[in-house]
């Protein structure tokens, strides 16, 4: 089989597996989301928390809890990192510096893992586990919970409450993320992914050297990595471990998991609106960006030019010879257009072109299909902005789904827009604008503006992956980064709730032949190009003097 | 007295088609608004519009820079960039010079007025007031000749009133005591008899006033709709400034990573040049929309003023494109006035010519709308001429009373009656005929159907019977199919029995009828249909239709109606015509998409913009990104200063379409929407690289564009 037809069958595979999952697993989850039961262990940790589960909360209760809870996170990941020199089964690894603590701990509850460290190097099991770990998973079901309650604000009328935040974070926990994640470790494992709390190991390499391996629980991490769409490998290497991520059948079943929950999450939304459509409308608006991404990002690569790639017919600096340049590209594409950040190969290889698709992947806003529960609600403020000038195009006040769009849903809706372009621009400027700034750059050129574009489109977007090339373990780089992955995230949570709380307390209005259907493909259509149109007028400028301008010679 | 409300060019626009059109703008009259304009660039009134403000304030700093060091490049730039502010200030200067004329001669109307004021004690005397002293309660009487000072109601009296100045219809209305004709308006004239009015309005803020203060657009407050918009607006303004000023630091880099290429005049060691940056930023925020926006929001309420309706808020306007349950008086809306002969139903042998002629004899003396259509009728259906009474020597005409509710003619010892059947069969009876059960039957029939018969007869003999149905207006049927396909559902609102109404309503179309409606029943009705999330419009003229116009989102009061509608009411329309609601409905959604499509356009302007300022900037310095100047422009500055005409020239050219509004044609969303998205989205993508190129054709002849 020829290698673009390895590719083919790769993508194909796993666009067939994503499809066969939509409805069973975006059914389970609006059963997880609107049931009325409350299981023991459940009970057990509402206790412990002291909520009322049947309680139900308005915006701004639901949105203090969110931050309430993101906030003790970060503070017991911080201080876990500070001291776990003195805990069992450190490794014997130092406490990790207060600024690469501090980015650590933001990077982790916001969903983002982006690592300045290097996992074997400065992480003890018990930070890994009891720290970063448990994030990974309750920082994607914040993420699925305020996408939740978003929806409950859609389908809800004339209702002051969107659901109790403890409940959903809970229930999306135990009974979505770990389950799963259960069983994909045990796959890994079979795979050859290892799981152990073993001490370090050495042996002698072939050329007579000596080599040290830190173990680690890495199946299990690496489930949940990819599941959650965090994307912090448990080593520095990340997917591309041999470890993490053993074989290409392994590497297709992790780009399966990040990619099934936000692509799964339309179906819940359709289910909970009350119209089935609305879901199918979505998800394909995510599907036909994704893939014309992706189709893009490994047309760049296949094509690449170059001495040394048309002297070994392929592209491969920065890849792994397990994974070859197409399921790179795949894997690349699909941890981009989530906000997972994971990767199996070294993005700064990646030809300047098609780099710059993965950075634009990013700024899309991570919506095709982005992050658990993130790119959801992502894509439905993106509709609601489409909504709002393709309303007025047919001569009524735009309405979503029976809610109408007004001055208060515009403002926040324009808000939310504005925070992550603002903050990446900003940020790459302050950057670019500063010798500390700059000094993190592996490469000079326009090449070298693309590391700094690209980290911090990645961090204000909540992704995580790095063009390998930048260095930024740096005090000011850890701080800066850091600042755009708290902003990054929870500005557009408190928005998206402010947003839910004015929608969920409207009385819908009937739908009628005068209203714009929202299911249809020409508002697919709208609003794939409202959102690639959007992000393209907004980072054009940058783009030209980063990928553009070394990819176009 | 004619005023310029009736001979606004937009009255004759309105197509048979259904399609919403506008008046013409012209050329001239931009000139005139041009030095309105110009005062407009204080900008103490600038910042109203944050877009323009940013613009201005550009244009401003350029100033600055070129006159620091002049070039002919900057020099250039500098007078577009003034030019794109004076054309949005011309835009608005232009919509609001339109309403300007008409309150001029409103204003004339008003002046100068007195009244005569009767004392509270004694209604013998009075005192001679000026009229702006009235306050509500005063009372006051009005002669032949005078002018009415005030808003009120008519509590003695009756008088023939000119009304023209308010709806510049000429001929005179009758208002009376009591009723639903008993409203006068402040500044029309009483033509004949005398009349006391109770003064109804506070000082100043006469209906003459709000008119006045309307078409001026004084107190214009921004809709709902419109602040939605202004908020989008000035997030995507932030992002383009963002996305400029963020520019510069990535641009200084990338300049001193190839030190060894020249400075341009736009992309020097310190960065793109201030003059080039700020071209870029005015080309990138929404200038098009931001500069027409408040235009079309003035032009809207003006075409509802060249229909003479009174908008009394935008709000009620921009509800009325949201309207989805439009309730309708039957009589006058969806029916002719006046019920018509339709049918001549012979009995006893008599056939339908004998009938038909001796229905049209004894209808010839009967002026009565009916009496009217049965000769009518008689002519279509039987080719009977008509004759004129005095045709007919010897003839004897007994005309119709309320009394007698008969009709008919004496002619050559003939006598030939028509009227109710009651009274015709008592007739017949009198004078020794005796009706047969088939008449009984047929009036029954006709009775059940929802029609009015009248009986035609003889001395001595039933003839035969007249159907007199309600006729339904031509294209009823067709306009609320149109409503349906807008998504809207009409309700027919009538004091008929349920029989009657269904009948009516099966046949002109309409979704939903209420029968034996009183107040009540059409006040259930809107909070019923508001409950369910709808927007719902209606039209009254009556006090008690009052309460139902203060509940319904869009009323309508006709100006022939009582003050207490008129008050209720969020629009009044001067020709008092019910059916004009579904013009309003039209006006409110073509106010909306041309806010939509221009907002679309102007956003769709921008990717050709940036393909001519991005490798005008970085060329020089990365000459592969040459590769998107696929308009080949002929230099850098030729590249930017085009670009920057064209986002001018474009304001000027869209003025006329934002005075007039975008074409509407009633349709579903899916269709309206397809259509505006490959008018404005398309368009909005292809024109520029047109535009652009053509422009850069032309200037790059002029000194300093190489």
Known sequence: ?553 | MSTPVLEAPGRSAKKADGRIGGGLIDPRQMIRSLPDALKKLNPATMWRNPVMFIVEIGAAFTTILAIVDPSWFAWAIVVWLWLTVVFANLAEAVAEGRGKAQAATLRAAKRDTTARRLRSDDHSKWDVVGASELKQGDVVVVEAGETIPGDGDVIDGIASVDESAITGESAPVIRESGGDRSAVTGGTKVLSDKIIIRITQKPGESFVDRMIALVEGANRQKTPNEIALNILLAALTIIFLVATATMQPLAIYSKSVNPGVPDSLALTTDGVSGIVLISLIVCLIPTTIGALLSAIGIAGMDRLVQRNVLAMSGRAVEAAGDVSTLLLDKTGTITLGNRQASEFVPVDGVTERQLAEAAQLSSLADETPEGRSIVVYAKQAYGLRERAPGELAHATWVPFTAQTRMSGVNLDGREVRKGAATAVMKWVRDHGGHPTDEVGHLVDGISASGGTPLVVAEKGRVLGVIHLKDVVKQGMRERFDEMRRMGIRTVMITGDNPLTAKAIADEAGVDDFLAEATPEDKLTLIKQEQQGGRLVAMTGDGTNDAPALAQSDVGVAMNTGTSAAKEAGNMVDLDSNPTKLIEIVAIGKQLLITRGALTTFSIANDVAKYFAIIPAMFAAVYPGLDALNIMRLASPQSAILSAVVFNAIIIVALIPLALRGVRYRPSSASKLLSRNLYLYGLGGVIVPFIGIKLIDLLIHFVPGMS
Not at chain 1, 107 to 126: K, L
Not at chain 1, 165 to 171: I, K, S, T
Not at chain 1, 258 to 272: D, E, K, N, Y
Not at chain 1, 417 to 433: D, E, Y
């Open chain 1, 1 to 553: 089989m020829s290698s673009s037809a390895a590719g083919l069958l790769f993508i194909g595979s796993l666009l067939v597996a994503l499809a066969l999952c939509y409805r069973p697993l975006g059914d389970y989850m609006f059963r997880v989301y609107t049931g009325a039961g409350h299981s023991r262990i459940e009970l057990m940790l509402y206790r412990l928390v002291g909520v009322r589960p049947d309680g139900e909360q308005r915006w701004g209760v639901y949105a203090r809890s969110v931050l309430a809870f993101s906030a003790v996170s970060i503070l017991f990941l911080y201080g876990l990192q500070r001291v776990q020199n003195h805990l069992f089964l450190s490794l014997g690894m130092k406490p990790v510096e207060p600024a690469l603590a501090w980015n650590t701990a933001v990077s982790f509850v916001t969903n983002t893992n982006w690592q300045a460290y290097s996992g074997e190097a400065a992480m003890g099991h018990v930070v890994q586990t009891a720290g970063l770990a448990v994030q990974n998973f309750v920082s994607a079901a914040v993420g699925m919970a305020v996408a939740i309650a978003l929806v409950r604000g859609l389908a809800r009328g004339r209702s002051g409450t969107l659901g109790n935040f403890w409940v959903d974070l809970v229930r999306g926990t135990v009974r979505i993320l770990l389950p799963i994640a259960f069983v994909a470790a045990l796959v890994l494992v079979a795979g050859g992914a290892i799981q152990t709390f073993g001490d370090h190991f050495t042996w002698a390499t072939l050329t007579g050297g000596e080599q040290t391996f830190t173990p680690a629980a890495a199946a299990s991490q690496e489930a949940i990595k990819d599941l959650g769409t965090n994307g912090g490998g448990i080593f520095n290497a990340n997917s591309a471990h041999p470890f993490e991520n053993p074989t290409s059948w392994t590497n297709w079943v992790t780009i399966f998991l990040l990619l099934v929950i936000a692509t799964s999450l339309p179906r819940t939304f359709g289910r909970m609106v009350g119209d089935d459509r609305q879901g199918y409308a979505i998800v394909s608006v995510m599907a036909i960006i994704a893939i014309i991404s992706i189709g893009l990002t490994n047309w760049a690569e296949l094509s690449a030019s170059g001495t040394v790639p048309q002297a070994i017919g392929q592209a491969m600096e920065g890849r792994e010879s397990r994974f070859g340049v197409s399921n790179s590209g795949m894997f690349a594409s699909a941890t981009t257009l989530t906000s997972t950040g994971s990767v199996n190969s070294f993005h700064d290889s990646y030809t300047a072109l098609g780099g710059g698709m993965l950075i634009f992947n990013m700024l899309l806003g991570e919506v095709a299909p982005g992050g658990v529960g993130a790119g959801l609600y992502g894509i439905l403020i993106l509709a609601v902005i489409t909504v709002f000038v393709a309303g007025l195009m047919v001569g009524r006040t735009p309405e979503y789904l029976g809610k109408k769009i007004g001055p208060r849903e515009i403002k926040l809706a324009s808000l939310y827009f504005l925070v992550t372009p603002v903050l990446v621009l900003i940020g790459t400027a302050v950057a670019m604008a500063t010798a500390a700034g700059r000094s993190a750059m592996l490469n000079t050129g326009p090449h070298g503006l693309s590391e700094i574009l690209y980290a911090y489109t990645s961090a204000s977007n909540n992704n995580g992956s790095a063009f390998a090339g930048v260095s930024a373990n740096t005090t000011f780089h850890n701080v800066t980064l850091g600042l755009c992955m708290i902003f990054g995230r929870f500005l557009p949570i408190v928005l998206v709730l402010a947003l839910t709380g004015s929608l969920a307390g409207q009385a819908p209005v009937p739908a009628s032949a005068g209203t714009l259907p929202t299911h249809r493909p020409q508002f697919v259509g709208l609003l794939v190009g409202v959102t690639v149109i959007l992000v393209a007028l907004t980072f054009l400028p940058a783009l030209a003097l980063g990928p553009l301008a070394e990819g176009l010679l």
